[in-house]
Each structure stands twice: as C-alpha cells, then as structure tokens.
C-alpha cells in the first residue's frame, strides 16, 4: 500500500507537463518500489527507477525518509525534485502494529514478520484516496542538473547528499578519500591484503 499511496499523492502533487518524465529514486528501497515500477511504468532498464538501500531508516523511524521524485524536462535539459517522507508511525496506529514487530527476533523465522505486514497493509486500505495521511515531503524542491541526475543513478553515490539534502556522513571503505567506495579502494585494500602497502 505504501508504493500505491506514494504514487497517489505524486500524480496529485507533481502531474507531468509536455516533455517531462519521472524518475524514482527508491532509498531505502522496500516494496513501494514494485507499486511505483507498475503504476508510473518506472524501470531501471529504463533508468526511470533506481533502487537504494539506506542504513538507520526503514523500521527505525517513525517516518523515514522513502524517495526521491525527480521531473526531467528533456527539452530543457534540466530537472526538478522533491524528497518524501512515508509515516510508518500513522500506519502502525490504523493498523494496531508496533514499529518493532517489523524486526521481531528471529526474523523471518518469526510469525510476527509476516503477520505484522499483513496487518500493516489492510491498516491504510479505507485510506487509499488520502495518500498525505501517510505520505509527507522531507524536502522542498530543488534543481536538478543533468550532471547530479547522472551520479545519483551510480552505485556507492548517496542520492540524498549528492542533491544537497543531507551532509555526507564518513564512508566505509573509502580508502583513496574521494566519497565512494569505489574499485580503486578495492585495489588498495587488495594490495595491503597482500603486503603491498600499508594502510
């Protein structure tokens, strides 16, 4: 339900004009992504969608962040967009949930995994045509250029801090200082693995 509520409130808030295309950047991903791919006919073949996990969010706050929208204008060259908020807080109170049962001890292993996403998703059916009771903006819009569009789509690149959104936090793995984890600090590593060099 929360990929059919998130693309119910971008069809109300952000309709395409004429030379205009979605691009959806999933982080952290979760299931909304296979609502959004169907509902907007957004896919990474056609790198309209862009899946990303995102540690210390999903099942950890209240409302987390959930996407990126980004509106391409193809004619000028030049996008805008808009980060969004899902409330798993709302959806646990209609649903009778508590946020931890998303992650009980044992997993997957565990009954409450899968009944807690059951109840979950019935929790906000009456309320399908109310998408901005679960689904908020974690930004105001912003520009995009062509060059972030690129890099936000790369592996290892933070969408939210390439646009602006968030300050870059230290990354592990990062050997050569550049921001990334890239195969040149794979190389590094690999080359004080084997006594090469020393970190």
Do not use: H
């Amino acid at each position: 339900s929360s990929g059919y509520l998130i693309t119910g409130y971008i069809r109300e808030n952000y309709p395409l004009g004429p030379g205009e295309s979605y691009t959806w950047i999933g982080c952290p991903n979760w299931c909304k992504e296979d609502a959004i791919q169907v509902l907007l006919d957004l896919t990474p073949g056609k790198k309209s969608l862009i899946a990303k996990q995102r540690s210390g969010e999903l099942f950890v706050k209240e409302k987390p962040l959930a996407g990126i929208l980004i509106i391409w204008n193809s004619t000028a060259k030049s996008g805008r967009g808009v980060a969004f908020q899902y409330d798993w807080g709302e959806v646990c109170n209609l649903s009778d949930v508590n946020l931890s049962d998303f992650k009980p001890s044992g997993g997957k292993t565990n009954p409450l995994f899968w009944t807690t996403r059951i109840k979950a998703s019935f929790g906000p059916l009456p309320y399908l045509d109310q998408p901005d009771m679960f689904v908020s903006l974690a930004s105001d819009e912003f520009n995009v250029t062509s060059e972030q569009l690129d890099r936000v789509k790369m592996a290892g690149v933070d969408p939210y801090v390439e646009l602006g959104l968030l300050e870059p936090t230290e990354v592990r793995g990062d050997f050569n200082g550049d921001g990334m984890v890239t195969s040149a600090d794979a190389l590094i590593l690999l080359q004080a693995a084997v006594g090469k060099i020393t970190l």
